[in-house]
């Protein structure tokens, strides 16, 4: 294991974060460690991963971080939703509050750990308080001084453990929207800005622009037709 790159994946139950677990059990080059709420989660997706229990809630928990866990990548995959949250606080707890304070932490590291988060399109012009809540997170993240990147999705794809209607009936309207896009627009990045897209396929660029990438002085942010083809990075 030495010399390995140490990743740690945050909300790695969710459907992105799965992705990112099983796509990093195909990879040789890195060890990976899922901060979980109960052990025994992601023996489906991994036979690598090692679970490390963490309480989010408890500040003392954060400490943990370069020590205890290492961490030489961190990829933030932590999101609710309102309705599962029960209340405004509680929904920016999970998806601003934990992962700034995780960044917190690893600015105090040296050298400093990249932190790659899955943020939401439409971030970078909030409304309402989903936008308003990952702005505000990305807006902690750029300020922490972290080599960091950021991947805007719009409506995610895969197979989640809960049901929703509503971005079920949207998700019926992905392949035609990404058809549509690919024949009559494959390079407006307004068209792209707003696609469906496979949670696999974030987790691939997530993956690519922290692992595969060098990290750039003033952060990188992933969105649209850079989401899609994370290969336009190079």
Not at 7 to 15: E, K, Q, Y
Not at 28 to 33: H, I, N, R, W
Not at 94 to 99: A, N, Q, S, T
Not at 183 to 190: D, I, T
Request: aromatic letters at 6%.
């Amino acid at each position: 294991m030495t010399g390995l790159r140490q990743v740690v994946v945050a909300g790695a139950t969710g459907l992105v974060g799965r992705e990112l677990i099983r796509q990093l059990e195909g990879r040789k080059d890195v060890a990976f460690t899922a901060l979980v709420r109960r052990p025994g989660t992601l023996g489906a997706e991994s036979g690598r991963v090692r679970e490390a229990l963490f309480d989010y809630r408890d500040p003392a928990a954060y400490g943990r971080l370069g020590t205890e866990i290492p961490c030489d990548v961190l990829l933030c995959a932590l999101g609710t939703t309102l309705q599962r949250a029960g209340s405004e606080a509680a929904f920016q707890q999970v998806d601003r509050d934990f992962p700034l304070a995780l960044a917190t932490r690893l600015a105090q590291l040296e050298p400093q750990p990249v932190f790659g988060v899955v943020s939401s399109a439409g971030a970078n012009h909030p409304k309402g308080l989903y936008l308003h809540t990952k702005a505000d997170m990305e807006k902690g993240l750029a300020e922490s001084g972290l080599p960091f990147v950021i991947v805007r999705p719009s409506l995610l794809l895969g197979q989640r453990s809960e049901f929703r209607m509503g971005e079920r009936l949207l998700a019926l309207l992905g392949k035609p929207y990404l058809a549509a896009a690919r024949l009559l627009a494959p390079q407006s990045q307004a068209v792209w800005r707003y696609a469906p897209i496979q949670a696999a396929e974030v987790a691939s660029a997530l993956l690519f622009a922290c692992l595969d990438q060098p990290p750039t002085p003033c952060g990188r942010v992933l969105s649209g037709l850079n989401l899609h083809h994370p290969i336009l990075l190079l």
